[in-house]
């Protein structure tokens, strides 16, 4: 019995690959792992430091990086402080560098 509609190979499948995801140029967290972060925020504030700013466990009792990192990815509220902590000090690093670079303005009358 023949099939004229058989194909003659299987379907390529690796030609449809999913889309590639949209880069997002104003995300300053788009490429930045979980443990940069928590690495960037260390070296700022140190440990002490950011467990005043985000008061969990892991920041303040025995903190490293890895445990810090197995909270982090298992519980969301603090995934997102951090994360906002990080864009605070993004921010506010910014904003220093700024006003440092920017000459003093003096009112026109003082000397």
Not at 32 to 51: C, D, K, P, R
Not at 56 to 69: G, M
Request: net charge positive; glycine share 6%; proline share 11%.
């Amino acid at each position: 019995m023949r099939r004229d509609n058989w194909p003659m190979a299987p379907p390529d499948h690796d030609s449809e690959k999913p889309p590639a995801p949209a880069a997002q140029p104003r995300n300053p967290l788009h490429g930045l792992t979980l443990e940069q972060i928590v690495n960037a925020l260390v070296a700022q504030y140190g440990w002490e430091g950011l467990g005043e700013r985000i008061a969990v466990r892991c920041f303040i009792d025995k903190p490293s990086i890895s445990s810090s990192l197995k909270f982090l990815r298992k519980t969301p509220w603090a995934r997102e402080k951090v994360e906002s902590l990080y864009l605070f000090m993004l921010r506010d690093t910014r904003r220093g560098a700024t006003a440092k670079s920017a000459p003093t303005i003096r009112p026109s009358g003082a000397r």
